[in-house]
């Protein structure tokens, strides 16, 4: 246990009891794919919200359409002012498309979607589905801030499971690669700001319904990256905070294959690089993988001392593998694909909700098939 804080203010779980927040007044988003139908993770996760009574909850669903309408019945099970926003139908394409805003589909496409419903909330929490070891603190914690001088906050927690580290993109690529950058731009505010996260990569956040409308949205797995550049251009420094989770458990995904890390790499790298640009930071490319490479090296060891420390397994020659692999998705950032804040944007979150439900009836009925649904 410890107390130490950060560039950004950081509170602390000394105990296990939960602050008071205004669960009432705040909306719930809950980003889910098909995976997660009837999952005992995310049972909990919608079990533990029961108990909270937040204003709303939404669910951005990514799914084939023969799986929405028993996706939507179960959810409609627990008693929650629920709404399913099925994210992959064509009438929702076409919205986007009438609007300049079709492209990559990814879980920032999503969220950005449930975003819209949510601004009518006082309060917008944005968190996962799949995990084991979910509380309904959760929640009160990360809304506590908001309502003491904070419009933003963000969550972290230890990845310990299993008697191991996880959390390898954060340990492995995002810390070692913002510490690179730094050395090469050590008066960087923005730079600082980023590395004072415990987790940025996390996917929970909260902010008022304000700062939500004044956020652009990584389309895929840059989002969680991208919000913490979007909320420092929206709050600053002083205005964001970082909140203890406590424990935590969800699933663990492979270094390679399709939505493995070394793909998230690629998305988690660019939105950080372009964030950086932005900032007045203008990377050496020439130089940064070999700056990426030492810095990580050195934290390999740190962690192999601290796992040794603590008992638990530890394999280095596999993490420093997993290094190797990172290190080939340091380059400049391509397009930006960015969704734009819903403060810029003229679509309306009305549309696109009937728009889903109209898409989730037709699924439903069998009338949208799997290439409608992924033109």
């Given amino acids: 246990m410890e107390y130490v804080q950060e560039r950004v203010a950081t509170l602390h779980a000394f105990g296990e009891s939960a602050p008071p927040a205004p669960t009432d007044r705040a909306a719930v988003v809950v980003p889910m794919t098909e995976r997660e139908y009837a999952g005992l993770a995310a049972e909990r ?7 909270l009574s937040p204003a709303r909850v939404v669910v951005p669903l990514r799914a084939s359409p023969d799986r929405v309408g028993d996706f939507r019945e179960w959810l409609n099970g627990f008693d929650l002012p629920l709404e399913t926003l099925w994210c992959d139908g064509p009438r ?14 990814g879980k920032g496409r999503d969220v950005w979607l449930a975003l819209g419903r949510a601004l009518d909330a006082e309060f917008v929490v944005v968190h996962d589905a799949d995990t084991k070891s979910y509380s309904r603190s959760y929640v009160r914690r990360l809304l506590f801030p908001l309502v003491n001088g904070f419009d933003f906050s963000k969550g972290y927690y230890a990845r310990v499971e299993n ?28 730079l600082a700001y980023m590395a004072a996260f415990r987790y940025a990569l996390a996917g929970e956040f909260a902010a008022t319904g304000d700062v939500v409308a004044s956020l652009p949205v990584q389309r895929t797995w840059g989002l969680e990256v991208g919000t913490l550049a979007a909320a420092y251009d929206a709050v600053g420094v002083d205005g964001a905070a970082q909140v203890d989770l406590g424990s935590y458990e969800h699933d663990h995904r492979a270094v390679s294959g399709p939505t493995g890390l070394s793909d998230m790499s690629e998305s988690v790298g660019a939105a950080l690089l372009r964030a950086a640009a932005e900032h007045g930071v203008d990377p050496d490319y020439g130089a940064l993988p070999d700056a990426y490479r030492a810095a990580a090296g050195s934290y ?36 930006d694909t960015r969704l734009p804040c819903w403060n810029d944007t003229a679509l309306s979150p009305a549309a696109v909700a009937e728009a889903a439900r109209a898409d989730a009836v037709d699924a439903a009925n069998g009338a949208v098939n799997e290439a409608d649904a992924s033109e």
């Avoid at 996760?45 to 108990?51: F, G, H, M, P, Q």
């Avoid at 008697?163 to 923005?190: C, I, K, M, N, Q």
């Avoid at 601290?306 to 020659?317: E, I, P, Q, R, T």
């Fill in 300 to 335: 390999v060891a740190s962690y192999a001392a601290d796992a040794a420390f603590n008992g638990l397994s530890y394999d280095a020659g596999d993490e420093r593998d997993q290094v190797r692999t990172y290190a080939e998705s340091i380059a400049p950032p391509g397009p």
């Fill in 45 to 51: 996760v919608l079990s533990e919200l029961e108990a």
């Fill in 163 to 190: 008697g191991r580290l996880y959390g390898r993109l954060f340990r492995l690529f995002y810390t070692p690669l913002v510490r690179a950058l730094r050395d090469a731009h050590p008066d960087s505010e923005f």
């Fill in 92 to 105: 929702v394409r076409e919205l986007l498309r009438d609007a300049g805003l079709d492209g990559e589909r």
